[in-house]
């Protein structure tokens, strides 16, 4: 499904997970040294099998999206992209100033390279790596992996085919472990500064590609940016989890000695003859792209404590809120993405909870009604609760609809190129059809104590990208947005919602 779209990646497509913050590593060469020999810890333990297996309850989970993560990427090619692994990769990129650079993190016994050694690499690279506007500095070619994908595919070829150097350049961070960013920005406890840091940035000093990017503001903010071909992010949660698990309690700092460098050197690239025209657009585009987006963050004063004292589930109650903030700022109610889990079946993705059911409307109606009795209103709110939560279990059992539907339309697709004549079944062309698979609202559920932020984009141009993450005492909500300030907007009406909820379900004593 990913490797098919030919819509640019980033935004898209990448969502981005931002990591609490590390007060053992707070300067930008510390924070990235230790993410990258956490993650050789979560590797060895991979590639060893010795990772206790994913559960949901007494479940075990499938575990195959794993050997996706590492040395592995996204490749552009005309109509349908490619991915490659390389399992026995040694070393990452890093990217500074748009300048790339290989660091081995293991040795050739694959031993990993401490933690303080990788840290000096990174602080030598941050230092040295020339500004983009220096005669001697490579443009900023990792822009081109926000283009169109038949685009990149394009100039990709072109600059293989111009000079061997640009295929070991190519090869070098297509086979690295993760890419590492290394950013001169600052957001600093600007939330949505760091959203947008990790989701997108400038486009420039990135790689989108990449299956995992770890980007490190010069201020030590960090997060992942995920290219989601093929895993998901309850998959990365996990990996997250582990590396910051390790980093929470490792004495490594502490028994590590001062040592020699990882080994280090600058990555070169020739341009291609009409390379520099095409770079200097895809940043024009991009810069368009990002700039019209609008990011709301906010944290709400309710969360899974309060929720469950009302005897709701906490994400059915934040589907909810989610559904009457939307009604609040736009005055509609529209079709509703929710990703639901299949990895109980071997090789399981995710199939399509469909939150906007006729007890949602009724819902809706009711908190809105200045008339109805609390009673009413209480009940139509478990309702709506507990029919979410049927449709969870029933899709997380296999019994949703949309990808199977998904399957019989690619089928129909794939008959009406090669049989002449072929007719596409006017079900899928039906208008009911089209508006149902248009969400204006996806959402996504992917909370941890590891991280402080989740956010992607909408998946469509009129449509909201709402990420969200249920903590104890919170509910912290991203929301995005092409509409003139609706990712903003949004997240103040959802925080009412929430409120109006809860407040609703526990009437608060009358002083």
Request: charged fraction near 25%.
């Amino acid at each position: 499904m990913y490797l098919e779209l030919r819509d640019p990646v980033p935004i898209n497509v990448n969502p981005a997970f931002v990591l609490k913050a590390d007060p053992k590593r707070t300067d930008q060469a510390s924070r990235a040294a230790g993410i990258v020999r956490s993650t050789l810890e979560f590797l060895k333990n991979l590639k060893e099998e010795r990772l206790v297996p994913d559960m949901e309850a007494n479940t075990p989970l499938c575990m195959r999206q794993y050997r996706y993560l590492f040395g592995a990427s996204r490749i552009p090619k005309l109509g349908r992209d490619a991915y490659v692994v390389y399992p026995n990769s040694r070393h990452v990129v890093v990217i500074s100033r748009n300048q790339f650079y290989t660091v081995d993190v293991l040795d050739e016994n694959n031993t990993p390279y401490q933690e303080n050694q990788i840290r000096a690499a990174f602080h030598l690279i941050s230092r040295r790596a020339p500004s983009s506007l220096a005669s001697y500095s490579h443009p900023p070619c990792g822009v081109l992996t926000t283009t169109d994908r038949d685009v990149w595919a394009a100039e990709r070829a072109a600059l293989e085919s111009f000079d061997p150097i640009n295929r070991d350049f190519l090869h070098a961070i297509d086979s690295a472990i993760m890419v590492v960013c290394l950013d001169e920005s600052s957001p600093g406890q600007d939330t949505a500064a760091c959203a947008r840091d990790i989701l997108h940035g400038h486009g420039l000093n990135r790689w989108f590609d990449k299956a995992i990017q770890l980007i490190v503001a010069a201020d030590g903010c960090a997060g992942f940016n995920m290219e989601h071909s093929a895993f998901d992010g309850h998959t990365l949660m996990r990996y997250i989890h582990d590396i910051q698990t390790d980093l929470d309690t490792t004495k490594r700092l502490e028994l590590e000695q001062k040592a020699a460098t990882a080994p280090y050197q600058p990555l070169d690239w020739v341009e291609a003859f009409n390379t520099s025209n095409t770079i200097h657009s895809a940043s024009r585009a991009f810069q368009k792209k990002f700039k019209s987006l609008d990011i709301g963050v906010a944290k709400s004063d309710v969360g899974k404590k309060d929720i469950v004292a009302c005897q709701i589930s906490p994400d059915a109650a934040v589907q909810l809120a989610i559904q009457l903030a939307y009604f609040r700022v736009t005055g509609s109610l529209k079709s509703t993405y929710e990703a639901a889990m299949t990895k109980k079946f071997l090789h399981g993705r995710t199939e399509t909870v469909r939150t906007m059911t006729t007890e949602v409307v009724d819902f809706v109606s009711a908190m809105e009604s200045p008339v109805l009795p609390l009673k009413k209103r209480q009940d139509t709110i478990r309702q709506a609760a507990k029919r979410h939560v049927e449709q969870v279990v029933a899709c997380k059992n296999g019994q949703g609809i949309d990808r199977h539907l998904w399957v019989l339309k690619n089928l129909a697709n794939f008959k009406q190129k090669r049989i002449l004549d072929y007719r596409m079944e006017p079900f899928f062309e039906d208008p009911v059809y089209q508006r149902a698979f248009h969400f204006n609202v996806s959402t996504s559920n992917c909370g941890s104590s590891a991280l402080s932020l989740f956010s992607f984009g909408p998946v469509v141009q009129d449509g909201v990208g709402l990420g969200y993450m249920i903590k104890d005492d919170s509910v912290n909500l991203t929301a995005s947005s092409y509409q003139h300030k609706q990712g903003r907007d949004f997240v103040v009406a959802f925080n009412q919602a929430l409120n109006d909820m809860i407040n609703t379900l526990n009437p608060p004593p009358h002083p």
